[in-house]
Every structure is written in C-alpha cells, then in structure tokens.
C-alpha cells in the first residue's frame, strides 16, 4: 500500500450546524466577547489561514498581527456579524465564563440571549471539539 508523502490537508465544517460547532469550541479555547462589544479570537501565526476562513465564512471581521509577538487576532465587532456569530453559536458554548460573557456583553441582540438548557452533544461525534482543541493545540501547560 502506497502513502502519500503530502500532508493532508484540514478539513473545514462543511455545513452550518458544524461551523456553528466548530466556533463555539474555539470560541471557548482561546476567544472571548469583550465589553465592547465585540469577538476576540487569538491565533498563532502560523495558522494564520485559519482567522482569514472565519472572515470568509462569517463575511465581517479583521484579521491583525499581534505587536512583538507571534500571534494573530481575528476581531468583530460589526453588529450584524455578532448576530450571525450569536446564531450559530446559541447554546453551543460550554464554558462558564463565555456563556456570562455571551449573555452579558451582547446585550443588544437580546434574541439571542443564552439559555439554560444547552443543547447536549457527544464531543467524539460533533466539531465543537475540533474547534476547542484548535484553539488549545494540546493537553499540557
């Protein structure tokens, strides 16, 4: 049996349901909602593909360098890009902080405030888990 000697490329969500998974998880690695309000998603430099999918996808956003540092943010903070941010991901999140976050510093887009009743998911069979461990990248400190 043959084996390419190519690297395989990242499969992306393909639909709406898992790209609304796969932000929620990244979202709850390494972004957050700030006071602005507006969405925050770091990045190392090297995947810098990744910030310029999410403009793409989401159509609003920009995608800066970090000063002195090997890093890059993808920032929004267009009002009709949170909304669609806060549609796909609605009772998607899992982290504490990020839902307090969600609920209370966007305040304006009051029909997507985060419920109680999350949606329950296997993290095995669901993106969200693709998107949390992107932004992580590993297990260790």
Request: with cysteine; glycine share 6%; charged share 25%.
């Amino acid at each position: 049996m043959r084996v390419s000697i190519h690297k395989p490329k990242t499969r992306k969500p393909d639909n709406t349901v898992d790209f609304g998974f796969f932000l929620a998880g990244l979202i709850d690695s390494d972004g957050h909602f700030s006071k602005i309000p507006q969405l925050v998603v770091c990045f190392h430099e090297k995947e810098i593909h990744t910030p310029y999918y999410l403009k793409k996808k989401l159509g609003y956003g920009i995608v800066s360098r970090v000063k002195n540092k090997k890093g890059i943010n993808f920032i929004m903070a267009h009002s009709l890009g949170l909304e669609k941010v806060c549609a796909l991901v609605h009772n998607k999140l899992r982290h504490k902080d990020k839902i307090i976050q969600y609920n209370t510093r966007l305040r304006s887009l009051k029909s997507f405030t985060f419920t109680e009743k999350q949606l329950v998911f296997s993290i095995k069979e669901n993106p969200w888990f693709s998107g949390f461990f992107y932004g992580f990248r590993s297990f260790s400190d």
